[in-house]
Structure formats: C-alpha cells, structure tokens
C-alpha cells in the first residue's frame, strides 16, 4: 500500500490507463481525428486519472463533508455530471454544423438553379 492506502495496483492502473489515453489523443490530433479543443478535454481527463490515486485521502474527506456513501460512488457523480456537460456541448455543436450544412446546401442549390438556367438558354440559341 501506498500514497494513502491506495494499492499499487490501483496507482499502476491510473498511470497505464492515463498513458493509454494520452497516446490516443496525440495519434488522433496528429491524423486529425479530432480537434485541438476536444484535445485538450481529453488531456485533463488523462492527468485527473494521473493524479486520482494522490488524491485519495482529499476524496475521502471530500466525501464525507458532502454525505456521499464512499467516495467513489462521488466521484461516479461528478464524472456522470461532467459527461452530461460534454454531451450538452456536442449537441450545440452538432445543431449549429446540421444547421450550416443545410444552409450550405440551400446555397449550393440555389447556384446550382442559376448556373443550369444559363446553360439552358445557352443550349437552346446553339440549336436554333
């Protein structure tokens, strides 16, 4: 046991677990996976998986002073609050690229309408 108790299990898991995610979000940045934003989310997660076994006797406490059961069943909240956060911010995200997508569309059309009508009449005087 280390770093308050917690098994050196535990701390080998956090750190392979956060090399893991770390080497993911640089392979998906560098084939432009992802962008450099959401890099950057994934980033910190991978440092609080880091840092979770030091903080254990922080959690404890933390628990307690807010009536959780044990401090894992807090941090299950927290990390399903934050997960509801990100699923929010891709929503919008999403709503705004669909409503610029078809916006774009509507454009391209509308071009696409003009463009044709010239080459009708263009067609039309060539035959005549």
């Known amino acids: 046991m280390i770093f ?3 098994p050196i299990e535990t701390v080998l898991l956090c750190v392979g677990l956060s090399a893991i995610l770390n080497g993911l979000v640089i392979y998906g940045v560098r084939k432009r996976m992802f ?3 959401f890099s950057v989310i994934w980033m910190a997660v991978s440092f ?7 903080l ?3 959690l404890k406490k933390t628990a307690d002073i807010l009536k959780f059961d044990s ?3 807090m941090l299950f909240t927290f ?5 509801l956060g990100l699923l929010v911010a ?3 995200q999403i709503t705004r690229l669909s409503r610029a997508s078809k916006d774009l ?3 391209l059309a509308i071009l696409n309408g003009t463009l044709g009508d010239k080459d009708y009449e263009t067609s039309t005087r060539a035959h005549h």
């Open 4 to 6: 308050g108790g917690v």
């Open 90 to 92: 891709l929503s919008v």
């Open 71 to 73: 401090f894992p069943s």
């Open 105 to 107: 569309a509507q454009e």
């Open 35 to 37: 962008s450099e934003t």
């Open 48 to 54: 609080i998986l880091l840092i979770l076994p030091l």
């Open 79 to 83: 990390a399903s609050i934050g997960l």
């Open 56 to 58: 254990t006797p922080i």
